[in-house]
Every structure is written in structure tokens, then in C-alpha cells.
């Protein structure tokens, strides 16, 4: 039953990273403030070619890990009542796995620290 639980935690946590590197994105595509000079450089074949190459393998990649996945067999009657509440999510994730979850949020927050040193205008420039 822990095993189960721990694999809830996963994808919990997968999803609220998930959405957190969503917003992250969208503040660094704000940042960035892009002209049309700039979007409407042609980008060079080699580069379009390795976009393609590397998608197409993420795509085998994937394909190849769920094909083997095992979807059902899962006896929800057996769970405990309070599996998924908010309390016992939380107690997992504080007691069980704060190391990678204090990790993850150093990672994260160096990420946006470089988001706004990358979005950042020089001063220099505008004089």
C-alpha cells in the first residue's frame, strides 16, 4: 500500500511541477520581448533538422515506456479511506520525501533567478 501511495505522490508531484514549469515558460516568453526583427529571422535547416530528429526520438521514447505499462488490476475496495486526501499528501511528502522536494524548489528558483537575469534590459544599451 505504500508502494501505491508513494506512485500517487509521483504524479501528483509531476503534475504540480508540470504547472509550475508551464508558468515559468510563460514569464520567460514575456520576458524575452521579442520584435518582429527577431521572429522573422529564418532559422538555418541543420537546426530545424535536429528539432525534428530529437522529437521524433522523445516520441519513440515514450511510446516505448507506456506500451508496457500495466493500466488496470488496481482493487480500489482495498485502499485506506483517507489514501489522496490532503493531509496524508501531505504528511508523505514533508516526512518521506522532503529532501527531494527542498531539492526541486532550489532548482526552480534558480531557474526563475535566470529567467529575470536573462529578461533583465541593460542599462548601457538604452544610453
Known amino acids: ?19 509550475a514549469i508551464m508558468v515559468l515558460f510563460l514569464f520567460v516568453i514575456m520576458m524575452l520581448n521579442l520584435n ?4 522573422q529571422a529564418s532559422k538555418p535547416f541543420i537546426s530545424k ?6 522529437g521524433g526520438l522523445l516520441l519513440i521514447a515514450l511510446v516505448y515506456l507506456l506500451k508496457g505499462q500495466d493500466t488496470g488490476g488496481v482493487d480500489l475496495s482495498k485502499l485506506d479511506p483517507n489514501f489522496g486526501s490532503a ?8 516526512n518521506e520525501f522532503v529532501l527531494p522536494f527542498e ?3 532550489v532548482l526552480f528558483l534558480s531557474a526563475m533567478i535566470g529567467a529575470v537575469m536573462l529578461g533583465k534590459k541593460d542599462l548601457k544599451d538604452n544610453k
Open 1 to 19: 500500500m505504500l508502494l501505491l501511495s508513494a506512485d500517487f505522490l509521483a504524479v501528483v508531484n509531476i503534475i504540480v511541477y508540470a504547472g
Open 36 to 39: 518582429e526583427a527577431v521572429t
Open 49 to 54: 533538422l535536429a528539432a525534428f530528429v530529437s
Open 87 to 94: 493531509q496524508e499528501l501531505g504528511k508523505i511528502l514533508f
Open 103 to 105: 531539492i526541486t524548489s
